[in-house]
């Protein structure tokens, strides 16, 4: 867990001894650099500090690759800001314990960026009419076409990678970006010990796909923690963290456009906090539930520790739950045939156990 909380604790010193006779270490120098344009050609970004300017774009067929303990600073004043990896492009991200790799923004703002976006070609459902395999357009303003056929694909690989300050309004919809949004993305990509912190929207959010995460954490996040939509069905996800402060909705939110799937998405250890007073984006909607289904959406989740999911504090008085189903179409299709799981639950200052 130590290792998990890099993101939000300080880390300890570690101290060893050496002998009069010993050869120092050397230090080694950070570099500065700026990432603007697109990348069409292999490039590595040495260990260092380095600016982004715009929607950077990594184009098929090519690798970014960014070295341990790099820092990368978006700057709001500049316009819309994010790091976009087309399908068939790559980014290798892979940070240690010690040094994490930390993409964050100027002035320390929620909403001040477009955070991590990854495309790629793996299955997709949003309709239950269309033939497979089924494409949509994205959300993010860049309106790119997702989804596929290929189960396996690559996006790369991020181990160790923090986000802070992302869910920039997006200008052409009004939307807001998530701190990762994974489009269709494929079972080959690794996403390992990851941190979302203090977006202006969701932490996590899955477009369909097969990826699957290990070691998330989600903290402090305006709308969800974790949120998927299209048929998303990651099989081996695991130890995931949300702490929802300030402004927070779901814990996490499962729609699939109502298309009744025949496969869910499994999850194993998740714990999903609230702290007290948090309240909702818009305070005229019951939105403070650890889990949300609606519109079809399902999933499997066991080892789950579920806390503070209660009464908002605000003139408006709201009672969270533990999971909420949204419609009667999910409680008949998800709920009565058992393709919504929650098992092995523990519930603290969380009353009210199923909302419908």
């Given at each position: 867990?130590?290792?998990?909380?890099?993101?939000?604790a300080?880390s300890?010193?570690?101290?060893?001894?050496c002998?009069?006779?010993d050869?120092?270490?050397?230090?080694?120098?950070?570099?500065?650099g700026?990432?603007?344009?697109?990348i069409?050609?292999?490039?590595?970004?040495a260990?260092?500090?380095?600016?982004?300017?715009?929607?950077v774009?990594?184009?098929?067929?090519?690798t970014?690759?960014?070295?341990a303990?790099?820092?990368i600073?978006a700057?709001?004043?500049?316009?819309?800001d994010?790091?976009?990896?087309?399908n068939?492009?790559?980014?290798?991200?892979?940070?240690?314990?010690?040094n994490?790799i930390?993409?964050?923004?100027?002035?320390?703002?929620?909403?001040s960026?477009?955070?991590?976006?990854?495309?790629?070609?793996a299955p997709?459902?949003n309709s239950a009419?269309?033939p497979?395999?089924?494409?949509a357009?994205?959300?993010?303003?860049?309106?790119?076409?997702?989804?596929?056929?290929?189960a396996?694909?690559n996006?790369?690989?991020?181990?160790?990678v923090?986000?802070e300050?992302?869910?920039?309004v997006i200008?052409?919809?009004?939307?807001?970006?998530?701190?990762?949004?994974?489009?269709s993305?494929?079972?080959?990509?690794?996403?390992e010990?990851?941190?979302?912190?203090?977006?202006?929207?969701?932490?996590?959010?899955?477009?369909?796909?097969?990826?699957?995460?290990?070691?998330?954490?989600?903290?402090?996040?305006?709308d969800?923690?974790?949120?998927w939509q299209?048929?998303?069905?990651?099989?081996e996800?695991?130890?995931?963290?949300?702490?929802?402060?300030g402004?927070g909705?779901?814990?996490?939110?499962?729609?699939?456009?109502?298309v009744n799937?025949?496969f869910?998405?499994?999850v194993?250890n998740?714990t999903?906090?609230?702290?007290?007073g948090?309240?909702?984006?818009a305070?005229s909607?019951?939105?403070?539930?650890?889990?949300?289904?609606?519109?079809?959406?399902?999933?499997?989740?066991?080892?789950?520790?579920?806390?503070g999911?209660?009464?908002?504090?605000t003139?408006?008085?709201f009672?969270?739950?533990?999971?909420?189903i949204?419609?009667?179409?999910t409680?008949?299709?998800?709920?009565l045939?058992?393709?919504?799981?929650?098992t092995?639950?523990?519930?603290?200052?969380?009353?009210t156990?199923?909302?419908t």
């Amino acid at each position: 867990m130590k290792k998990l909380l890099y993101a939000i604790a300080v880390s300890a010193t570690i101290i060893t001894g050496c002998g009069k006779d010993d050869e120092p270490t050397p230090t080694k120098v950070p570099v500065e650099g700026e990432i603007t344009g697109d990348i069409t050609a292999n490039r590595t970004l040495a260990f260092g500090n380095y600016t982004l300017k715009g929607m950077v774009k990594i184009q098929s067929g090519v690798t970014l690759t960014i070295e341990a303990g790099s820092t990368i600073t978006a700057d709001k004043s500049n316009g819309e800001d994010g790091l976009v990896v087309l399908n068939g492009g790559k980014l290798i991200a892979n940070g240690t314990s010690d040094n994490p790799i930390v993409l964050t923004e100027k002035s320390k703002v929620a909403g001040s960026w477009a955070g991590i976006i990854m495309y790629g070609d793996a299955p997709i459902v949003n309709s239950a009419t269309a033939p497979a395999p089924q494409v949509a357009t994205s959300e993010d303003g860049l309106s790119l076409t997702y989804g596929g056929s290929n189960a396996a694909h690559n996006g790369g690989s991020l181990k160790f990678v923090r986000i802070e300050y992302a869910g920039q309004v997006i200008t052409t919809n009004n939307k807001e970006h998530n701190g990762f949004s994974f489009y269709s993305v494929g079972s080959g990509t690794v996403l390992e010990n990851l941190v979302s912190y203090k977006g202006n929207d969701d932490g996590f959010e899955f477009y369909g796909g097969t990826v699957s995460g290990k070691n998330l954490i989600s903290y402090g996040n305006s709308d969800d923690s974790f949120d998927w939509q299209d048929g998303w069905r990651g099989q081996e996800n695991t130890n995931w963290f949300a702490y929802q402060t300030g402004i927070g909705n779901y814990g996490v939110e499962v729609e699939t456009k109502g298309v009744n799937n025949a496969f869910w998405p499994k999850v194993t250890n998740i714990t999903l906090k609230r702290a007290a007073g948090t309240v909702t984006e818009a305070q005229s909607e019951i939105q403070l539930d650890a889990f949300q289904f609606k519109a079809n959406g399902n999933g499997e989740f066991s080892n789950v520790v579920i806390d503070g999911y209660i009464n908002q504090t605000t003139p408006t008085a709201f009672t969270g739950g533990a999971v909420q189903i949204r419609d009667l179409v999910t409680y008949d299709n998800q709920v009565l045939t058992g393709k919504i799981k929650i098992t092995n639950v523990k519930l603290n200052n969380t009353p009210t156990v199923f909302i419908t």
